[in-house]
T-cell receptor, first 116, second 115 residues
Framework: AQSVTQLGSHVSVSEGALVLLRCNYS??????LFWYVQYPNQGLQLLLK??????LVKGINGFEAEFKKSETSFHLTKPSAHMSDAAEYFC??????????????FGTGTRLTIIP | DGGITQSPKYLFRKEGQNVTLSCEQN?????MYWYRQDPGQGLRLIYY???????QKGDIAEGYSVSREKKESFPLTVTSAQKNPTAFYLC??????????????FGDGTRLSIL
């Protein structure tokens, strides 16, 4: 079984400041990890994913995340926040089911507010 | 453009009524999923299907039913047995099979409320 913990249900940062959204996971097998973004009344959009290989993953809109196995973490960062980054962010961990197809387990989300 | 279409965007249910949420994808994806989203609880898996005519219960299947008669369609019925159906429902699909690591693609959701 796998699980995801997102620390901080609400995060506020000033425009131009560093964005750091925290995600810790647990998984009994090597995980694949995802970050999604959700704007109000919309579905989720993929920001980035980690599968294997390079532990620093770059995504869309200037976001990146680093897979740290020793810390079981996959924190999302962006060097300089923009007003358009205001949204809810979800971390998810994947693991194969008995049929071999993955199911995702989602964190409870972090709502990011940008202060002008 | 390929994508997932959910309809309707807003839906209201009366007491004792069953309602069906539509999900159609033209991505040629094998697997499809239904999630329920409540404030502060993230996404919870209701049902998923990896091939036509087969589907599996997720974590919160009670009070819901699905069918998968066509690859592109995966409708969800919220039955009268679901006593707290008010939520935002999201449909997703992925091309993942086996131990694939392909991401899920999401529709824009249906918001269901009780009258």
């Amino acid at each position: 079984a796998q699980s995801v913990t997102q620390l901080g249900s609400h995060v506020s940062v000033s425009e131009g400041a560093l964005v750091l959204l925290r995600c810790n996971y647990s998984s009994s097998v090597p995980p694949y990890l995802f970050w999604y973004v959700q704007y109000p009344n919309q579905g989720l959009q993929l920001l980035l994913k980690y599968t294997t290989g390079a532990t620093l993953v770059k995504g869309i809109n200037g976001f990146e995340a680093e897979f740290k196995k020793s810390e079981t973490s996959f924190h999302l960062t962006k060097p300089s926040a923009h007003m358009s980054d205001a949204a809810e962010y979800f971390c998810a961990v994947g693991a194969a089911s008995n049929f071999g197809n993955e199911k995702l387990t989602f964190g409870t989300g972090t709502r990011l507010t940008i202060i002008p | 453009d390929g994508g997932i279409t959910q309809s309707p965007k807003y839906l209201f249910r009366k007491e004792g009524q069953n309602v069906t949420l539509s999900c159609e994808q033209n991505l040629n994806h094998d697997a499809m999923y239904w999630y329920r989203q409540d404030p502060g609880q993230g996404l919870r898996l209701i049902y998923y299907s990896q091939i036509v005519n087969d589907f599996q219960k997720g974590d919160i299947a009670e009070g819901y039913s699905v069918s998968r008669e066509k690859k592109e369609s995966f409708p969800l019925t919220v039955t009268s047995a679901q006593k707290n159906p008010t939520a935002f429902y999201l449909c997703a699909s992925t091309s993942g099979t086996g131990y694939s690591n392909q991401p899920q693609h999401f529709g824009d959701g249906t918001r269901l409320s009780i009258l």
